[in-house]
């Protein structure tokens, strides 16, 4: 069972710089989401695609932040100039097709730290 | 605006005991509701899951209780074993919502 995959593991990076992060969702899965967890918080909710398509942005998704996902299977999200205020750990999650209750299957997650 | 909120940041207790950890939501469009696990340094894994036709949803040691009128759920997590030492968040999503909101967690240590 190869589950959801994001890469790297750790990033650390100097304020204004760019960064890009990779997410390979579990292969029969659809839907892919992006979310962001600080620290004593619970993960918070960036972005959806249903294959290729980007359906939903949260507001907390500033223009610095883009998500893609070209060919609906792997999806990167890239930060550009970035700050303090974005270090934090960036979880992506997958489910399968179908409306209703299904569970997301997260990645163990890029941490990103800005210095 | 925190629609779902776990008010117990940590919980201590006895091996072979009972879990309760508790989740209180204010959105009354959420349909459907879970409990994740997480470990540190992973992400979090699915545990139990309950929809809002149910009141009670069980699968080994684990139950889900969810009271609509009083927008509550709670986990019992029954007997406790020191494995289950983790942060549990609570999640929430309305019916073809896809922003699917999580509490804020609560550190469960089960002392062997």
């Known amino acids: 069972d190869t589950g959801v995959s994001q890469d790297p593991r750790h990033k650390i990076t100097k304020r204004g710089q760019n960064v890009t992060f990779r997410c390979d969702p579990i292969s029969e899965h659809n839907r892919l989401y992006w979310y962001r967890q600080t620290l004593g918080q619970g993960p918070e909710f960036l972005t959806y695609f249903q294959n290729e398509a980007q359906l939903e942005k949260s507001r907390l998704l500033s223009d610095r932040f883009s998500a893609e996902r070209p060919k609906g299977s792997f999806s990167t999200l890239e930060i550009q100039r970035t700050e303090q205020g974005d270090s934090a750990m960036y979880l992506c999650?997958?489910?399968?097709?179908?409306?209703?209750?299904?569970?997301?299957?997260f990645g163990n997650g890029t941490r990103l730290t800005v210095t | 605006d925190q629609q779902v909120k776990q008010n117990s940041p940590s919980l201590s207790v006895q091996e072979g005991r009972i879990s309760i950890l508790n989740c209180d939501y204010t959105n009354s469009m959420f349909d459907y509701f879970l409990w994740y696990k997480k470990y540190p340094a992973e992400g979090p894994t699915f545990l139990i899951s309950?929809?809002?036709?149910?009141d009670k949803n069980e699968d080994g040691r684990f139950t889900v209780f969810l009271n609509k009128s009083a927008k509550h759920l709670s986990l019992h997590i029954v007997p406790s074993q020191p494995g289950d030492s983790a942060v549990y968040f609570c999640a929430a999503r309305a019916y073809n919502n896809n922003d699917m909101r999580f509490g804020a967690g609560t550190r469960l240590t089960v002392k062997p």
């Open positions: 309950i929809s809002s036709i149910k």
């Open positions: 999650a997958s489910s399968p097709p179908g409306t209703g209750g299904s569970p997301l299957h």
